[in-house]
């Protein structure tokens, strides 16, 4: 595990409380906030992945620039993302990776939420 690696924190649900995702009360789109990390540099692609146990998934990119170093990365999650084909007991999970020029890809730890109607 490279330095990068143990600094990287789990991309984070707003709207999530104690790990459990209401979507009932879910606006449309939801957002999805990857935090700022140390090493970032202009040109890094941010990519953010959401997958549910009820095989759904949605993916969004973000290439940084000299304006976005040091903030958050806030994505737009389509809710049906999370809605469709809810059933009791389903999860979801996120998780981003950091791509560069200069070094391998970095994978965040995994955020996992229950999801609620």
């Known amino acids: 595990m490279t330095a990068q690696q143990q600094v990287l924190l789990p991309p984070v649900l707003p709207d999530a409380f104690n790990d459990v995702l209401y979507v009932h009360n879910l606006t449309d789109p939801v957002r999805g906030v990857v935090p700022p990390h140390a090493n970032a540099t202009v040109g890094d692609r941010v990519e953010l992945t959401v997958k549910t146990s009820t095989n759904n998934q949605w993916h969004g990119s973000f290439v940084l620039t000299a304006s976005s170093l040091g903030k958050p990365v806030v994505f737009d999650i389509l809710k049906e993302t999370f809605a469709k084909g809810l059933i009791a007991g389903a999860s ?20 996992t939420v229950r999801l609620e109607l």
């Not at 979801?92 to 955020?111: C, D, E, G, K, M």
């Open 92 to 111: 979801a999970t996120l998780y981003y990776t950091i791509t560069n020029a200069f070094s391998p890809p970095v994978v965040s730890p995994v955020l």
